[in-house]
């Protein structure tokens, strides 16, 4: 895949980048470990001061930075501006906590003095996806670089000059030369550098695919890492619950950045005595949806991020249908004008039990499926490979109750839409990944959790 910006809503291709040569990578890997051995040194008062002035720029240069996202990979600009305030929120987090959540923990044992120590590990790879190209990496970067470790990102290829963006942010901040990189790399040189041993761990965000490949390389070398992976979250729907509220969320926990996050609601699933009702809404406010220009004020959907991501949105759709699913609105590109566009759509009837329904669909598609129960519906919920969030409505205390026990994934959210927040852990179980991000668990991913005993 060629390194280039490719504006997805024109099908322009705006600028390419040469991939770094391999002596330019190791040059980039050696000034990496140089800077650790400086850098981990640093106070957490110095590396704080920094962080905050990543924040500070990250706040006043809001609106080109979102431009570079909106240009890049189709989001709308009004969610990229708000995309970039999360990252300064994310960096002001870590750099008011950080110290408190790496403090010495004393436990008491038959030691004179015994405690736990944490440690940064040293050059830690970011493999980092499109879909929220600044908030994935600082949600990495901001833990990572307070933690006295340093980082280096291979981005997506279709978001260059978003990671070239936060390189320069870093360094405007004030961080040492080499404490933060971006490579300008394919997937296919991942593998090399997780055979490095100046990298001592990895994490990515991206596809099940990439995941595992990255989780191949580095087990064979005995490397920690973290994986976000993909979701097909549930968005449960019982008959106590507020109906306008939950229709009105379910359309932003769908819509949201095009359709295309790990945790957006995906598959709708909705009890019998409310699901006429629920449809009919549903399908009212999709089809008020504008889709259009993402750099517009009134647009609610642009364009998927590329041709790739649209044929595969289309190829499960249509074979969603074959497979005897019924389309209630849209299922089709639009193909009379340029850019990877597809309108909101609705599917019902679609089997359960075919291999379809378990997908992850990456764009404006919502799964509507009915249910008996909350039995039906937590079986339904648990029966697929992966494990990210849910989301599920109810006023029934008892079920809420059981929706938190019983629902197989890494965050359950009650009558509210999944989303990440830097003061909650946020990640997977079963093929959704491993690990967690944000929060004092997010920080002691990346750091030697050292035990210290003393007669
Ligand atoms: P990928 O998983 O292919 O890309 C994510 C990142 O991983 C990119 O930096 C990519 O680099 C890199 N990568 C890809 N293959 C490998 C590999 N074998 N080893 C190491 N790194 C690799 O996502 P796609 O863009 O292809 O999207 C496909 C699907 O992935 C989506 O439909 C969706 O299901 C899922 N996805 C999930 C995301 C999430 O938030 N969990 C985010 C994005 C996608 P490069 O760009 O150079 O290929």
């Given at each position: 895949?060629?390194?280039?910006?490719?504006?997805?809503?024109?099908?322009?291709?705006?600028?390419?980048?040469?991939?770094?040569?391999?002596?330019?990578?190791?040059?980039?890997?050696?000034?990496?470990?140089?800077?650790?051995?400086?850098?981990?040194?640093?106070?957490?008062?110095?590396?704080?001061?920094?962080?905050?002035?990543?924040?500070?720029?990250?706040?006043?240069?809001?609106?080109?930075?979102?431009?570079?996202?909106?240009?890049?990979?189709?989001?709308?600009?009004?969610?990229?501006?708000?995309?970039?305030?999360?990252?300064?929120?994310?960096?002001?987090?870590?750099?008011?906590?950080?110290?408190?959540?790496?403090?010495?923990?004393?436990?008491?044992?038959?030691?004179?003095?015994?405690?736990?120590?944490?440690?940064?590990?040293?050059?830690?790879?970011?493999?980092?996806?499109?879909?929220?190209?600044?908030?994935?990496?600082?949600?990495?970067?901001?833990?990572?670089?307070?933690?006295?470790?340093?980082?280096?990102?291979?981005?997506?290829?279709?978001?260059?000059?978003?990671?070239?963006?936060?390189?320069?942010?870093?360094?405007?901040?004030?961080?040492?030369?080499?404490?933060?990189?971006?490579?300008?790399?394919?997937?296919?040189?991942?593998?090399?550098?997780?055979?490095?041993?100046?990298?001592?761990?990895?994490?990515?965000?991206?596809?099940?695919?990439?995941?595992?490949?990255?989780?191949?390389?580095?087990?064979?070398?005995?490397?920690?890492?973290?994986?976000?992976?993909?979701?097909?979250?549930?968005?449960?729907?019982?008959?106590?619950?507020?109906?306008?509220?939950?229709?009105?969320?379910?359309?932003?926990?769908?819509?949201?950045?095009?359709g295309q996050?790990?945790?957006?609601?995906?598959?709708?699933?909705?009890?019998?005595?409310?699901?006429?009702?629920?449809?009919?809404?549903?399908?009212?406010?999709?089809?008020?949806?504008?889709?259009?220009?993402?750099?517009?004020?009134?647009?609610?959907?642009?364009?998927l991020?590329?041709?790739?991501?649209?044929?595969?949105l289309?190829?499960?759709?249509?074979?969603?249908?074959?497979?005897?699913?019924?389309?209630?609105?849209?299922?089709?590109?639009?193909?009379?004008?340029?850019?990877?566009?597809y309108?909101?759509?609705?599917?019902?009837?679609?089997?359960?039990?075919?291999?379809?329904?378990?997908?992850?669909f990456f764009g404006p598609v919502?799964?509507?499926?009915?249910?008996?129960?909350?039995?039906?519906?937590?079986?339904?919920?648990?029966?697929?490979?992966?494990?990210?969030?849910?989301?599920?409505?109810?006023?029934?205390?008892?079920?809420?109750?059981?929706?938190?026990?019983?629902?197989?994934?890494?965050?359950?959210?009650?009558?509210?839409?999944?989303?990440?927040?830097?003061?909650?852990?946020?990640?997977?179980?079963?093929?959704?990944?491993?690990?967690?991000?944000?929060?004092?668990?997010?920080?002691?991913?990346?750091?030697?959790?050292?035990?210290?005993?003393?007669?």
């Amino acid at each position: 895949m060629a390194i280039a910006t490719i504006n997805p809503t024109t099908g322009e291709t705006l600028k390419v980048f040469k991939p770094l040569e391999d002596g330019e990578i190791a040059a980039k890997v050696e000034l990496a470990q140089q800077s650790f051995q400086e850098y981990r040194q640093t106070s957490f008062e110095e590396r704080s001061q920094w962080l905050l002035q990543a924040a500070n720029i990250l706040e006043q240069e809001k609106a080109d930075f979102a431009k570079i996202m909106t240009l890049e990979m189709g989001k709308t600009l009004k969610s990229a501006i708000a995309e970039v305030e999360k990252c300064a929120l994310v960096c002001r987090y870590y750099a008011e906590n950080a110290a408190s959540f790496l403090a010495d923990v004393t436990v008491k044992t038959d030691a004179s003095h015994s405690f736990i120590k944490y440690q940064p590990l040293g050059v830690i790879l970011a493999v980092m996806p499109w879909n929220f190209p600044f908030w994935q990496v600082f949600r990495f970067a901001a833990p990572a670089l307070m933690a006295g470790n340093v980082g280096l990102l291979k981005h997506a290829s279709n978001v260059p000059q978003c990671a070239l963006a936060i390189e320069d942010i870093f360094h405007r901040a004030g961080f040492p030369k080499g404490v933060f990189q971006t490579l300008l790399i394919g997937a296919t040189k991942v593998a090399d550098l997780m055979a490095d041993d100046r990298i001592k761990a990895a994490t990515l965000t991206g596809s099940e695919p990439a995941g595992a490949s990255l989780a191949v390389a580095s087990g064979k070398q005995i490397k920690k890492t973290v994986l976000e992976l993909g979701g097909s979250d549930p968005f449960i729907v019982l008959e106590s619950a507020d109906l306008e509220l939950a229709v009105a969320t379910a359309v932003t926990a769908r819509m949201i950045n095009n359709g295309q996050s790990c945790i957006a609601a995906k598959r709708f699933i909705i009890a019998d005595q409310i699901a006429d009702e629920f449809e009919k809404m549903l399908l009212a406010k999709f089809q008020t949806l504008k889709i259009g220009d993402p750099l517009a004020d009134d647009t609610d959907i642009g364009p998927l991020a590329t041709p790739d991501i649209l044929q595969d949105l289309e190829n499960q759709v249509k074979i969603a249908v074959e497979n005897g699913a019924k389309v209630l609105t849209g299922g089709n590109a639009l193909k009379d004008q340029p850019g990877n566009f597809y309108p909101p759509t609705i599917i019902i009837d679609i089997p359960v039990e075919n291999p379809i329904a378990k997908e992850e669909f990456f764009g404006p598609v919502a799964l509507l499926f009915r249910v008996r129960d909350i039995n039906e519906a937590i079986k339904l919920a648990n029966d697929i490979p992966f494990g990210l969030g849910a989301s599920a409505w109810t006023n029934n205390e008892a079920e809420k109750n059981r929706l938190i026990q019983e629902i197989e994934a890494g965050a359950v959210f009650i009558n509210g839409m999944v989303k990440s927040d830097p003061r909650l852990p946020f990640g997977g179980i079963k093929r959704s990944g491993y690990g967690r991000e944000l929060s004092i668990q997010g920080i002691h991913e990346f750091v030697n959790i050292k035990t210290v005993w003393m007669r």
